[in-house]
């Protein structure tokens, strides 16, 4: 399984994902963190964190994270082209993916994984 740090830069806050055999880089700009805002509907960012410090994140949020890190990232697929694709390392590594996205982001580059 690829790692979360593999061709990733992390002072950029960037995380690689490998998408249908594909690593992309994901990172969570002003404007993906807006969609990802819009996406959570009454929900916040601040609860979103919390989710995943607790382990208490659903896979709408790790879709939804990952999904604003593509895009992001440059990405031009959807929701449902994420949904349907091929992950490698599967949920789990969907999940940690997330998860360090999401840390990298808010994270002074010395501190993030």
Known sequence: ?????????????EVTLVLNGQPLA?????????ELEA????D???????????????SR???ALLLAGLRGGGWQGNAADLASADINGGPL?????AATLLL??????EQAP
Do not use: C, Q, W
């Open 104 to 109: 990298r982001a808010f994270s002074l580059p």
């Open 61 to 63: 949020d790790v879709l």
């Open 93 to 97: 590594a969907a999940a940690r993916i």
């Open 26 to 34: 994901l990172k969570l700009t002003l404007g993906a963190l807006a």
């Open 1 to 13: 399984m690829a790692g979360a740090t593999e061709g990733a830069n992390p002072y950029a806050g």
């Open 39 to 42: 996406s959570l509907g009454a």
């Open 44 to 58: 916040t960012l601040i609860a979103l964190v919390e989710r995943f410090e607790t382990g208490a994140f659903s």
